[in-house]
């Protein structure tokens, strides 16, 4: 963990515009439950069964650390809980942690969807993770036939950079994944 | 990696060595070998794609009085020219993750000639020798390669060894200084 890593509490809460990210807190834990519970099967991130909410972890703070970290994105007009926000290092890139970057992921309820709070929550994460570390590069993956979601990635500043063929496996057969990512020096 | 169903779905051991083609063939790494890899590692050029300003490190003596250099995470195999079973270079993979469940995983792999053995075509048949040995020997789905974008050479032996282009990774690897773009390319079960 470098220095801007361990400075990056002070981030949080982060907001603009419509949108603010906050660390998840024990009086979330039953909230994250009940939605983990309400994931929609055959939906791109149905994987099966979630476990429980790791109460202890939250009571000794928040689910955040240098490798990984789960936050709750709030609509601002009245600090309604909408959804959620996970990232982790990817360490895939080269034998250097400067070239690790930042993978993120995004659940939105279903009353969030359709009116560009995801966008502006995915440009959000971006500018938290670049602000609060060092790393260069924030990227996503998405089903292919996802495509709210590759439009949501686009209006948020996001460049697609390809397609991974039949890399994940998800309700019992392999599919594409699309790539997107967001540069330190993109505009 | 852990877990008892990514190490079935990676692991390599029903796979058959060594594996030969027109020109080189595909082989254990032994211990007799450890000098000769170390050796490689010292002399890589500074200016190569592949320095990344990795660490040297000792090859795992007892690792290798073991067994192969393979499991269910990585390996690394030896290619050698049929006619005179000279060593031109190592290939290697290891397990990528595109998702939360086992069955997500793919295999990454790299390649390293030594410079006399650069240009002959060596390097193509290696990488599909390997790539077809991979899905014989594992139940994985994908094997992945990934080059900086201006490695043009490897670029063209990827696509001559059956792998198809997929797309640019911005801005990814720090080397020599600065980040630079990676292109990846795959060969998946159902390529023909």
């Known amino acids: 963990m470098n220095a801007s890593e361990r400075a990056a509490p002070q981030l949080l809460p982060f907001e603009r515009g419509r949108v603010r990210l906050r660390d998840v807190t024990l009086a979330d834990a039953d909230l994250l439950d009940e939605w983990n519970r309400d994931v929609e099967p055959g939906s791109f991130n149905d994987f099966g069964p979630r476990p429980p909410t790791d109460r202890e972890a939250l009571a000794r703070g928040p689910l955040r ?6 936050v709750i994105l709030e609509r601002v007009a009245d600090g309604t809980p909408i ?9 895939v890139y080269g034998p250097s942690p400067t070239s690790d970057a930042w993978q ?41 036939a996802n495509v709210a979601e590759q439009r949501a990635l686009e209006k948020a500043g996001y ?24 540069l330190r020096d993109d505009p | 990696m852990t877990g008892t169903p990514v190490a079935s779905l990676t692991s390599t051991n029903r796979g058959l060595l060594p ?11 032994t211990l007799a070998d450890a000098e000769m890899l170390e050796r490689w590692d010292l002399e890589r050029e ?91 020997a594992s139940d994985i789905n994908r094997v992945e390669a990934s080059t900086d974008i201006d490695n043009l050479p490897e670029q063209r032996s990827l696509t001559k060894a059956g792998f198809t282009r997929e797309g640019v990774t911005r801005g990814c690897q720090w080397r020599a200084g600065a980040y630079h773009d990676m292109v990846t390319f795959a060969r998946v079960r159902s390529d023909s």
């Open chain 1, 65 to 70: 650390n240098d490798r990984n970290g789960l």
């Open chain 2, 46 to 136: 500074p200016d190569r794609f592949n320095n990344l300003g990795q660490p040297r490190r000792e090859l795992p003596r007892d690792v290798l009085a073991a067994g192969p250099l393979r499991d269910g995470t990585r390996g690394r195999l030896i290619v050698e020219r049929l006619e005179d079973r000279a060593p031109l270079g190592s290939v290697s993979w290891h397990v990528r993750r595109y998702g939360p469940n086992p069955e997500s995983s793919c295999f990454n792999i790299g390649i390293e000639l030594l410079p006399e053995a650069r240009g002959h075509g060596y390097g193509t048949e290696a990488q599909r020798l390997l790539a077809d040995w991979l899905f014989a």
């Open chain 2, 19 to 29: 594996v030969g083609g027109r020109s080189v063939r595909l082989r254990d790494v």
């Open chain 1, 159 to 182: 460049v697609r950079e390809g397609i991974m063929r039949r890399a994940q496996f998800r309700g019992g057969a392999y599919r594409d994944l699309c790539y997107y990512s967001r």
């Open chain 1, 104 to 144: 993120f992921g995004i659940e939105l309820i279903p009353a969030a969807r359709g009116v560009g709070l995801g966008a502006e929550a995915q440009r959000l994460v971006a500018d938290y993770l670049l602000a609060a570390t060092d790393l260069n590069r924030v990227e996503a993956a998405t089903d292919v």
């Open chain 1, 83 to 91: 959804g959620t926000i996970a990232w982790r290092r990817v360490t």
